[in-house]
């Protein structure tokens, strides 16, 4: 319903309009209004009617439940037998038993007025899960991500386990170790060395887990305390929220040297990972870091590199602009990667945002998702 001031004030400017020249349809639409509308506002007297919709006597329908009657749904739906069952449930108990109160969606009706249409019983709303943790890295040795996964054994049902840390920002592997069982004391053992060989023990990074036992173990625990690392864990049963670490396996284990029949003995699968680590960090260019390695990358390399790149594609384009129908590729360097980016419709900051950051790391901001920034 539009008052009686806004009608007036759109009614003024559709006179303007047409006296200026304007057609009386296309200044109504150009306000979102119809041309019947607007004759209806006006009387014939040249003036603008208010709308009498809000004080029209609306007498009440013959087949309104009574004030007793609404009372009788009220106690009903709160006896004993019925205190834990929805209306639903509650208008066949009663028809079984020969009793007709009012209708399933009368009960609602009634039930909502009076403010006690909820969950009932034991039942409760379900709750909101929480934004994944957000976190920027503008720099290497600033955000690690971290897993386990199993590396077949010689027999079916026997497997090894590699543990693996990698820097988001770069996609270096940083540390990395394959032992027989998972647990928490190979994980902090994997983590220490890994703090010492990039010399970060100054600024520790924040690192990133699942929910698994080895992640959260005492030992793990107490190392990360120990080191300065901050700990960061993916929300329980999301499987995405560790997206870097799961791209990595993944490009592990299509490799075309990956053994498909498994490993012979813990040694023979220490020395393929070796070789895996050695050519994934030096040798593989890659594709979220505009193809360089991820060794280049955290020396700082690529910025010369990428710019060698574009300045071979310039003279490429000045050579033959007839085959250049627009801008050559892009080879900027990526500037800053995002774990779990905050969508821009979220409304809320993420678990462990900016504040939790050490140096220039900040939490949230739209920036592509996770799968971009993984592949």
């Known amino acids: 319903m539009t008052p009686a001031q806004d009608r007036r004030h759109i009614s003024a400017l559709i006179d303007e309009a047409t006296a200026a020249g304007a057609r009386p349809t296309a200044a109504c639409a150009a306000l979102g209004l119809s041309l019947r509308t607007l004759q209806r506002w006006r009387d014939p007297a040249g003036g603008v009617r208010e709308d009498r919709r809000p004080c029209a006597d609306r007498p009440a329908p013959p087949n309104r439940l009574t004030e007793a009657e609404r009372d009788r749904i009220v106690d009903t739906c709160n006896s004993p037998p019925f205190a834990s069952l929805p209306p639903s449930q509650i208008v066949p108990k009663l028809a079984d038993e020969g009793v007709y109160i009012a209708s399933e969606s009368s009960m609602y009706r009634v039930l909502r007025e009076r403010g006690q249409n909820h969950r009932r019983g034991r039942a409760r709303r379900p709750g909101r899960s929480r934004p994944p943790a957000s976190f920027e890295a503008k720099g290497p040795c600033q955000v690690w991500s971290w897993d386990i996964t199993w590396l077949p054994g010689p027999i079916a049902g026997m497997f090894f386990y590699l543990y693996l840390i990698v820097d988001i920002f770069s996609r270096k592997i940083v540390g990395w170790e394959v032992h027989e069982r998972e647990t928490a004391e190979f994980a902090a053992r994997v983590l220490e060395r890994a703090v010492r060989a990039e010399r970060c023990l100054t600024s520790p990074p924040v690192l990133h887990a699942d929910n698994g036992s080895p992640m959260k173990g005492a030992t793990m625990k107490v190392t990360m305390e120990r080191l300065g690392v901050i700990?960061?864990?993916?929300?329980?049963?999301?499987?995405?929220?560790?997206?870097?670490?799961?791209?990595?396996?993944?490009?592990?284990?299509?490799?075309?040297?990956?053994?498909?029949?498994?490993?012979?003995?813990?040694?023979?699968?220490?020395?393929?990972?070796?070789?895996?680590?050695?050519?994934?960090?030096?040798?593989?260019?890659?594709?979220?870091?505009?193809?360089?390695?991820?060794?280049?990358?955290?020396?700082?390399?690529?910025?010369?590199?990428?710019?060698?790149?574009?300045?071979?594609?310039?003279?490429a384009r000045a050579a033959h602009p007839e085959r250049w129908s627009g801008q050559t590729r892009n080879w900027q360097p990526i500037a800053s990667v995002w774990l779990n980016p905050e969508r821009p419709d979220a409304g809320r900051k993420g678990h462990g945002a900016a504040d939790a950051l050490p140096h220039q790391a900040g939490g949230g901001g739209p920036m592509a998702g996770p799968a971009e920034q993984a592949a």
């Not at 050695?278 to 890659?286: A, C, L, P, S």
Request: charged fraction near 25%; charge should be positive; aromatic fraction near 14%.
């Open 231 to 315: 700990a960061s864990f993916s929300r329980p049963r999301v499987s995405n929220d560790n997206p870097y670490s799961e791209a990595l396996f993944r490009t592990c284990k299509y490799t075309p040297r990956w053994p498909t029949r498994g490993f012979a003995t813990i040694d023979e699968a220490r020395a393929w990972v070796m070789d895996f680590v050695r050519w994934y960090n030096t040798g593989h260019r890659h594709s979220a870091i505009r193809f360089v390695t991820p060794d280049q990358r955290h020396r700082g390399e690529d910025h010369a590199l990428l710019a060698e790149r574009h300045r071979v594609y310039q003279l």
